[in-house]
């Protein structure tokens, strides 16, 4: 069966340090990943996708992730937190066989302190 | 590009009353999807459409819920007669695939309290 998981319910990060918000993941195929960010009333906003190659994948306001095959995971990071990137974080995986399903996980509160 | 559209973006009604809420979605999307988000069960997919077409309204919680896509660019969900467990924030999201790599995009949502 396919599924996310996101350990974290929430982290903290005090500004200017690096942060990272797990995802791992459990397809039967090859796996299509995205990162989603909600703000606070708001919808969610796409934030980065690995569909093949560079296990490294950049995407908006500086964040990034790196996609590890032997670990099944798919963690978002950024080198520098700014207090403003304090949100929800969705991770989802779609296996390549899919024709649309997408799987979400549960979301990790990012608190960043300044 | 205005992105997707949702109204309302807050309902408040009163329970035995009839719900319907409105998304546009991207102009060249083919695919759309409605979404409930709750504190309990997180992100649900409702029913997806592709070309206007239902394809999977199995996350459609029971017959109170329909929905409709008369054309590309709009997209109907009516809840009726709607109960206190129907609030929710429920979301609409469009691409231009159902499937592969294309990611999905977001409305701002419409929050629904029934009371």
């Known amino acids: 069966a396919q599924s996310v998981a996101q350990p974290e319910d929430q982290v903290n990060v005090a500004e200017g340090n690096p942060l990272t918000v797990k995802c791992t993941y459990s397809?039967?195929?090859?796996?299509?990943l995205f990162w989603y960010v909600q703000y606070p009333n708001r919808g969610l906003q796409f934030l980065l996708k690995?569909?093949?190659?560079d296990n490294l994948v950049k995407g908006s306001y500086g964040f990034e992730a790196e996609f590890n095959k032997s670990q099944t995971s798919f963690h978002l990071k950024k080198p520098s937190a700014l207090v403003s990137d304090s949100a929800l974080y969705f991770c989802?995986?779609?296996?390549?066989?899919?024709?649309?399903?997408?799987?979400w996980g549960a979301g990790t509160k990012l608190i960043i302190k300044p | 590009d205005a992105g997707v559209i949702q109204s309302p973006r807050h309902e408040v009604t009163e329970m035995g009353q009839e719900v319907t809420l409105r998304c546009k979605p991207i102009?060249?999307?083919?695919?759309l999807f409605w979404y409930r988000q709750t504190m309990m069960r997180g992100l649900e997919l409702l029913i997806y459409?592709?070309?206007?077409?239902?394809?999977?309204d199995s996350g459609m919680p029971e017959d109170r819920f329909s929905a409709k896509m008369p054309n590309a660019s709009f997209s109907t969900l009516k809840i009726q007669p709607s109960e206190p467990r129907d609030s929710a924030v429920y979301f609409c999201?469009?691409?231009?695939?159902?499937?592969?790599?294309?990611?999905?995009?977001f409305g701002p949502g419409t929050r629904l309290t029934v009371t």
């Open positions: 690995y569909i093949t190659g």
């Open positions: 999201a469009s691409s231009r695939g159902g499937g592969g790599a294309y990611e999905q995009y």
């Open positions: 102009s060249g999307h083919n695919s």
């Open positions: 397809v039967s195929g090859n796996p299509y």
């Open positions: 459409f592709n070309n206007n077409v239902p394809i999977d």
């Open positions: 989802a995986v779609r296996d390549e066989g899919s024709n649309y399903q997408l799987i």
